[in-house]
């Protein structure tokens, strides 16, 4: 049994509200625990510059990422990241972008970006990989909102990302490490897959000794179990906009 009385392979209460703002068209207010996250999805008729091209009917979209713990998300404050990104908020934002991209087809996007906000209201554990399960909602809740700008057969949306941590606390595989588990982990794992189960990034570092391969095994199969979770909360969250066929990714 675990300090906040979890079994090994469970999750904490997920909460989503859809449609937290008005302004962006994707905007989702998602809680793990006390971990907090507001997740919004913005479309812009426009490319980066590294992304046009001469002739418009070949330009393929783009999706970006930004990811900020906002000064009263943790005690102590943190400070407001003004003018430059600290290096932990830096490459929690490029794997947000890189998991996320794995689920838009580009082409059928057109000359577009959707930049995806993630600004953490309340930390305690597991951050980015809730930024990214939210992510993805507040990303589909956006594509919606092209239909009428797209032909009928055209499919932005290709596959469901969803992301969730594991570790090994006390000698044991657990899923859905919340701040206390975190920071006393002997290994500590961020898993991002698709909802039919393939792997779009794995990150993980052993914090003392090394860790076996059997080890490693027990905390992807977790990882899995978690996935497969947090993809049907997904799809009954969206509902009607789900992208996919029902039961199907």
Known sequence: MRHDGRQADELRRIRVQRHFTGAAPG?????????????TASVENALPPWKKVADPALATGWL???????PGSTAPRKRREREKLDGRSSEIQRLIGRS???AVDFKALGARTITVDCDVLEADGGTRTLSITGGFIALCD???????????????LCSSIAAVSVGVCAGEAVLDLDYIEDSQAEVDLNVVMTGTGEFIEVQGTAEGRPFSREKLQQQ??????????????????????????IGAL
């Open 27 to 39: 905007s989702v207010l998602i809680q793990a625990g006390r971990t907090t996250v507001l997740c």
């Open 100 to 102: 996320l991209r794995a």
């Open 220 to 245: 992807l199969d977790l990882a899995e179990i978690g996935i497969a979770r947090l993809t049907r909360l997904q799809q009954d969250v969206l509902g009607a906009e789900w992208p996919f066929e």
């Open 64 to 70: 970006t990422a930004e990811y900020s713990m906002l």
């Open 142 to 156: 956006a594509v919606a909102t092209l239909r009428g700008e797209l032909p009928p057969e055209q499919k932005v």
